[in-house]
């Protein structure tokens, strides 16, 4: 008799690590509302400010890591409503972010936003401006005035869907005291909103 034949290889049963890789989704867009009050810069009282941003940037780094880096740009909009004018605020702001993921689906960040603010509709009364002496009057631009800005932020987010987050964002946002305005403008921002990352 000749020697027994071998035995047909038996299939190796999938792995877990033998699935298609999840995407990184490095890239990211996101849309927040919230509200703006005022610290100082004003003469006077003022009510807090509807605001929104959009932002978007580019996350470095492995997903699986536990700490990362994010570059991201944010577009900015608020409003301060005065007795005779209404003056817009439109910030644009290059920001640089860490980014900790404390869970799964928690992640904890903060970033230092780097830009101006283009107010516009000022007025020589405007209470951001100083109170001219007698003999004097503000000339300013009402089509819009800029100064620089810095915006210190913490920010977190919850993961609903592997493309989705849902997240809070306070930040303080301040502008030195410049020409006529009346003193350094600060702001204290509170947002809520949703990203999408791919």
Same mark, same amino acid.
């Given at each position: 008799a000749g020697p027994p034949e071998a035995a047909p290889p038996t299939a190796r049963p999938p792995e877990a690590g033998d699935a298609e890789a999840a995407p990184a989704r490095n890239f990211?867009?996101?849309? $927040?509302l919230g509200f703006d009050t005022w610290g100082s810069g004003l @003469?006077?009282? *003022? &009510?807090? &400010?509807?605001?929104?941003?959009? %932002? $978007?940037? !580019?996350? /470095? +780094?492995?997903? *699986?890591? @536990?700490? @990362?880096?994010?570059? $991201?740009?944010?577009?900015? !909009?608020?409003?301060?409503?005065?007795?005779a004018e209404t003056d817009g605020f439109v910030s644009f702001l290059l920001d640089p972010t860490v980014?900790?993921?404390?869970?799964? %689906?928690?992640?904890v960040s903060a970033d230092l936003g780097l830009g101006s603010v283009t107010i516009t509709g000022l007025q020589p009364t405007s209470t951001l401006l100083i109170i001219p002496k007698s003999n004097q009057k503000l000339v300013v631009s009402g089509s819009g005035v800029a100064r620089n800005l810095v915006?210190?932020?913490v920010r977190?987010?919850?993961?609903?869907?592997?493309?989705? &987050?849902? /997240?809070?964002?306070? *930040?303080? *946002?301040? &502008?030195?005291?410049? +020409?006529?305005? !009346?003193?350094?403008?600060? @702001?204290?921002?509170?947002?809520?909103?949703a990203s999408y990352r791919f």
């Amino acid at each position: 008799a000749g020697p027994p034949e071998a035995a047909p290889p038996t299939a190796r049963p999938p792995e877990a690590g033998d699935a298609e890789a999840a995407p990184a989704r490095n890239f990211d867009v996101g849309l $927040g509302l919230g509200f703006d009050t005022w610290g100082s810069g004003l @003469r006077a009282h *003022a &009510s807090p &400010s509807f605001a929104l941003t959009v %932002d $978007g940037g !580019y996350t /470095f +780094g492995s997903p *699986a890591a @536990r700490v @990362r880096f994010r570059l $991201g740009l944010i577009v900015g !909009y608020t409003f301060l409503k005065e007795p005779a004018e209404t003056d817009g605020f439109v910030s644009f702001l290059l920001d640089p972010t860490v980014v900790v993921r404390v869970a799964s %689906d928690i992640r904890v960040s903060a970033d230092l936003g780097l830009g101006s603010v283009t107010i516009t509709g000022l007025q020589p009364t405007s209470t951001l401006l100083i109170i001219p002496k007698s003999n004097q009057k503000l000339v300013v631009s009402g089509s819009g005035v800029a100064r620089n800005l810095v915006r210190l932020g913490v920010r977190g987010d919850y993961q609903i869907l592997p493309a989705l &987050s849902a /997240f809070v964002w306070p *930040a303080v *946002a301040t &502008s030195p005291k410049t +020409g006529n305005f !009346y003193e350094a403008l600060t @702001r204290v921002e509170v947002l809520f909103g949703a990203s999408y990352r791919f």
